[in-house]
């Protein structure tokens, strides 16, 4: 399957040495591109992630870095083993100055290698719902659901994944990826590409709550985010900023609030 390979190892115990192989969550280099008929082909940089669903991870990325509102601002998309160009349309706001990472994205990175921060913590979504509610109760139930739908997690151990869930606690998309805002890019892709905003579902993130996942989860509009984690200062105040519901460190009785406590229910 997409997303791990096998490598050789040795374990060690009490009783000796046994030689087997074991699944590792692959880790490789994506180059994202984009072409404009003002600037030409652009690097914007190299993204180190797990194979599979690349189209809807550039997608994604491109959309919560602010560069495409919709597919609408995307002519086409050409894509190869190890690099994917977007050529965009003139609605796009692509810019150089701004975009183009400065080295390798890696899979532990959300805004490395941007030039400022200050483009980042102006990008607008859409108006947060008021009327998503979550429960302790259906916490407990998202978590093990998104913890028997995390496949590739299950096989290796070493993958993080957002999902999203409806008001029924049903979960609607799961994504893995070696690096957590990979896997966030892959899901908001996959709501670009469909043109849909769940803007009355709530996400769930595997790690902690970091500040570029609560700028992608206000970007594509979510009103809630879970976190298994916990969350850093910024991503707590942008959370206040915007109205969106933070939860963090998610147990099946418990969550602790870091905003937005009116949609939580005990």
Do not use: W
Request: hydrophobic content about 35%; charged content about 25%; some cysteine.
């Amino acid at each position: 399957m997409d997303g791990l390979e096998t490598r050789d190892i040795a374990k060690v115990g009490v009783s000796g040495i046994t030689r087997e192989q074991d699944n590792v969550t692959s880790e490789e280099g994506l180059s994202i591109s984009v072409a404009t008929n003002e600037h030409g082909t652009q690097n914007i940089g190299v993204t180190m992630r797990s194979k599979g669903e690349d189209r809807s991870l550039v997608i994604g990325f491109l959309y919560s870095e602010g560069i495409i509102n919709s597919m609408d601002d995307i002519i086409s998309i050409d894509e190869d083993s190890d690099g994917i160009t977007a050529l965009l349309g003139e609605d796009s706001a692509f810019d150089p100055n701004i975009h183009c990472r400065s080295g390798t994205v890696t899979s532990a990175c959300g805004i490395c290698g941007r030039s400022t921060i200050d483009d980042t913590e102006h990008i607008h979504g859409p108006e947060l719902d008021e009327n998503t509610r979550v429960t302790i109760e259906g916490i407990g139930k998202c978590l093990e659901e998104m913890k028997t739908s995390q496949i590739l997690f299950s096989r290796t151990g070493g993958s993080h994944a957002c999902a999203s869930f409806n008001s029924e606690f049903e979960i609607l998309r799961i994504f893995e990826d070696v690096g957590r805002h990979n896997a966030m890019d892959k899901l908001v892709g996959s709501y670009v590409s469909d043109g849909n905003t769940p803007q009355s579902e709530v996400l769930f993130v595997s790690g902690r709550a970091s500040f570029e996942l609560v700028q992608k989860c206000l970007r594509i509009g979510f009103p809630i985010m879970i976190s298994i984690g916990g969350p850093s200062t910024l991503a707590v105040d942008l959370a206040k900023e915007h109205g969106l519901t933070l939860g963090c460190f998610a147990r099946s009785d418990s969550l602790t609030v870091y905003s937005g406590v009116r949609r939580v229910n005990h």
